[in-house]
Nanobody, 125 residues
């Protein structure tokens, strides 16, 4: 069974940091472009950051550029999102998805509309 499981969310003060993890099971992650998405209450789900295969393009939403870093550890079949300088507007449920389509500097989107449970990130003082 193909599955992606997100973890690492929590409550953090503005300016703080978190590292999200997404572990894949049932398939080999290094064959796919993969990404992070988030959905805040009352808002549409949006692409946060996506990463292609080795040495391929990455995508960051303008709102997170310079603060978030996406990385992948193919040996651990895991995707990460390192989030620094967190802001209240980063509060959302964060999801990972694979495969994704990346248009560099423009957008990333999941190929399938299939989502796991996500991990809640709350930025508040």
């Amino acid at each position: 069974q193909l599955q992606l499981v997100e973890s690492g969310g929590g409550l953090v003060q503005p300016g703080g940091s978190l590292r999200l993890s997404c572990v894949a099971s049932g398939f080999t992650l290094d064959y796919y472009a993969i990404g992070w998405f988030r959905q805040a209450p009352g808002k549409e789900r949006e692409g946060v950051s996506c990463i292609s295969l080795s040495d391929g393009p990455t995508y960051y939403a303008d709102s997170v550029k310079g603060r978030f870093t996406i990385s992948r550890d193919n040996a651990k079949n895991t995707l990460y999102l390192h989030m620094n300088s967190l802001r209240p507007e980063d509060t959302a449920v964060y999801y990972c998805a694979a495969p994704v389509v990346i248009v560099p500097q423009t957008m990333c989107a999941p190929v399938y509309d299939s989502w796991g449970q996500g991990t809640q990130v709350t930025v508040s003082s």
